[in-house]
């Protein structure tokens, strides 16, 4: 579950940025709702919430725990079907449904069965029994589950190698996942019913893609992070952010890329909005960023504030939430100075305008946001003693 911290990009090479105005806000306590150590992703099914986790035993299953909003657990389901299965990213559907994506073993054929012959064992010595050796989980699969946990369709594509999934993004057209394979980044959709396309590699081991948008137009839009030349983009920083749009026909159309000297920058998450956010890193300074991005790619507020530099972000109307990991007082945010890093999440209007703030001393590290109208916004994050714990505005 852990991940490499990455550095973001906020400025777009030769693009001026609008940045937030400035606004004084008193800091709120976040609820939390419930310690959970089993979940490492969280989604909202409807009036559910979902956390998704991996458990390990003699093969590893994917564990789906439902709760309510204040925490209290309704069902719990295991997707197991006898091989390994790890679960990386999660993502609803407009129906309801939950959409897991990760990677999995073959199922192994049952061999037909041979005589055996008796050995002759004059000293009566056992023999251990010998362990099977577990397959590599060499096949991106995706799972379709019910907003109860049902398992209702398993979809994998064989690979040559194991695959990380690093996010999923779904709507009504389909599914599309960002991933690497043998330290080469690829993007790749597949339709309701299961049937992958082609997949597309871009860049080397240089480039990583955290970040996938589906847009209703049949385009995709990518985020991450390159130190490489990627469409005739050349690198300009000690390593670049990078937005980068996938044509309706699964072609690269657009790099554009997010860059300053001697700075390292990524973007890491990004939701529905084109709302991104990220790390900055220049020296020994880092950053947290905010931006908001039109469909063209180009910036229309940001904000940056000093972190830790992991971060989340979601939009819930026209309010946009963005959650970090922040080891000092923040201008603009009244009551806001932590003794030890501590997670704070910040509101934007729809112009970028800070207004709202929450804290919590009790939790560190952001791991995502999700929001629905019937439940707002929601949270799944590391507390300070190493545990997993939701959370929700007060």
Do not use: C
């Not at 150590?37 to 093969?59: C, F, M, P, Y």
């Not at 990627?230 to 390593?239: D, E, I, N, P, S």
């Amino acid at each position: 579950m852990k991940r490499t911290a990455l550095f973001l990009a906020l400025l777009l090479a030769g693009t001026s940025t609008a940045v937030a105005a400035p606004k004084s806000v008193t800091v709120k306590k976040l609820t939390l709702i419930a310690v959970n150590q089993s979940a490492e992703r969280l989604v909202i099914s409807g009036k559910t919430l979902v956390t998704v986790g991996n458990t390990d035993g003699a093969n590893s299953n994917i564990l789906l725990t439902g709760l309510d909003v204040s925490g209290v657990q309704l069902w719990q389901k295991t997707i197991d079907s006898g091989v390994d299965e790890v679960a990386l990213a999660a993502a609803t559907d407009p129906l309801g449904n939950i959409w897991l994506a990760g990677a999995s073993s073959r199922v192994t054929p049952v061999e037909s069965a041979t005589v055996q012959i008796q050995a002759e064992n004059p000293d009566g010595v056992s023999n251990e029994p010998i362990t099977k050796l577990r397959e590599d989980m060499n096949q991106l699969t995706l799972w379709k589950v019910s907003s109860a946990g049902e398992l209702l369709a398993t979809y994998s594509s064989p690979q040559s190698a194991p695959v990380l999934v690093n996010a999923i993004s779904v709507n009504s057209s389909g599914i599309s996942i960002v991933a690497t394979l043998q330290e080469k980044p690829f993007v790749v959709s597949a339709n309701a019913q299961g049937v992958f396309g082609k997949p597309l590699s871009i860049g080397t081991s240089k480039t990583t893609l955290n970040a996938i948008v589906r847009h209703g137009d049949g385009t995709l839009s990518l985020f991450g992070a390159s130190s490489e030349t990627l469409g005739g983009k050349k690198l300009a920083g000690v390593r670049d952010g990078v937005l980068i749009k996938i044509s309706k026909t699964g072609a690269l159309a657009t790099v554009v890329r997010s860059s300053a000297p001697k700075a390292e920058r990524a973007w890491i998450s990004a939701d529905s909005t084109l709302a991104l956010t990220g790390s900055v890193k220049s020296g020994k300074v880092v950053e947290t960023a905010f931006t908001k991005f039109t469909t063209a790619f180009a910036p229309t507020w940001t904000l940056r504030v000093p972190s830790l530099g992991t971060s989340a972000v979601i939009s819930a109307g026209t309010t946009t939430y963005g959650a970090f990991t922040s080891n000092s007082a923040v201008s603009g945010i009244v009551g806001w100075k932590p003794a030890t890093p501590s997670l704070l999440m910040i509101a934007f209007d729809g112009k970028g305008v800070l207004s709202n703030a929450f804290g919590s001393t009790e939790l560190l590290e952001p791991i995502s946001l999700v929001y629905s109208k019937d439940l707002g916004v929601i949270g799944l994050a590391k507390t300070n003693s190493q545990t997993l714990s939701l959370f929700k505005l007060p």
